[in-house]
């Protein structure tokens, strides 16, 4: 691990003031941001710790949502009872994800901001236009298993890990942070990048800006279900994963927020996917045209061809399990 500065923030306004520039990073629970400084991956010149920031709450908004501060962590969030009855699928994905021990460190900004598992990103011996822009990305003719079939370019196929930040964009959920001077909010649709040609550039944040919270809307209602396919039961990234949240009235899907884990550089949407679903009434062809909306676009590297018909089946499930009449 290289040599950095080192600065324990007390508060908002002088973590922002000290993460100034570029080669600063802010640090909490450290879960994937420590890893990558031993490999070298990332070397920051300067942390700023924010552990004493008053950022740990989860509190009501006032038009009936939360406001999930930033240095919750997976564990409490997943935990609270106003999550567990009016958001379940928020904190059914965030157990689908790590191990009780990572989740008792990893915060709620720090999630959203994990960087890419793949293998070519991590080996500094491969190149990687993420990890060293201009260098090539070896992973579309080498190992691709766990990559993006959606939203990718030439220059990247990477997939954005978090099973939160899956849930989080079903919900439509927001982003609110802090900069020197002012704060903003930014819709979760909005706050990722596609790779294009600067795969290095993962979200719209400016250099110095500090995630204070998630707001999460008022609750969405109908069934919510998180369904995760990966190679072991535990301890494993996704392959696909689905979070929907689905009304059924009179017969016909009345609401369908969907949302893609395992197929893009960030947690995937696609509203032409829901607005064929709603006003219809459920069944397997619906499902299936559902489907080929999502995947019109998608494309396989070999290694990750089978992640097309996989998420076509995963999709059919989860519908039909939201959709079921004995539910």
């Not at 809307?217 to 689905?242: E, T």
């Not at 590297?301 to 939201?322: C, E, H, M, S, W």
């Amino acid at each position: 691990m290289r040599a950095f500065d080192y600065v324990r923030a007390g508060d908002t306004a002088e973590a922002v003031r000290e993460a100034g520039g570029a080669e600063t990073r802010f640090i909490a629970g450290g879960t994937n941001l420590l890893d990558l400084m031993k490999l070298e991956v990332m070397a920051p010149g300067k942390l700023v710790d924010i552990n004493r920031l008053d950022l740990g709450g989860i509190e009501a908004t006032g038009e009936g949502g939360l406001r999930i501060g930033a240095l919750v962590t997976n564990s409490d969030l997943a935990a609270d009872a106003r999550v567990r009855r009016d958001w379940p699928v928020l904190s059914r994905a965030l157990l689908a994800g790590a191990s009780g021990q990572l989740r008792n460190k990893a915060t709620t900004g720090g999630n959203l901001l994990q960087r890419t598992r793949c293998y070519y990103f991590y080996d500094r011996g491969e190149p990687c236009n993420k990890r060293e822009p201009g260098s090539g990305c070896a992973a579309k003719d080498g190992m691709n298993r766990i990559l993006a079939i959606l939203g990718t370019s030439e220059h990247c196929i990477a997939t954005h890990p978090s099973d939160m930040a899956v849930a989080m964009r079903a919900l439509g959920a927001r982003v609110e942070v802090e900069g020197q001077g002012s704060g903003r909010e930014i819709a979760l649709e909005d706050f990722y990048r596609l790779p294009g040609d600067t795969p290095h550039i993962e979200t719209v944040l400016e250099p110095g800006e500090l995630i204070t919270a998630v707001i999460l809307p008022p609750p969405a209602g109908g069934r919510q279900i998180y369904r995760k396919v990966r190679d072991r039961s535990s301890y494993a990234f996704a392959l696909v994963s689905v979070a929907a949240v689905v009304a059924v009235e009179n017969g016909r899907i009345a609401k369908a927020q969907l949302a893609f884990g395992g197929l893009g550089p960030m947690p995937w949407r696609d509203a032409d996917v829901e607005d064929a679903l709603v006003g219809e009434t459920p069944s397997a062809a619906l499902f299936d045209r559902a489907g080929d909306i999502l995947l019109a676009e998608a494309k396989g590297y070999g290694g990750n061809d089978f992640k097309i018909p996989l998420t076509r089946r995963t999709l059919a499930a989860v519908l039909t399990q939201a959709t079921e009449d004995d539910q």
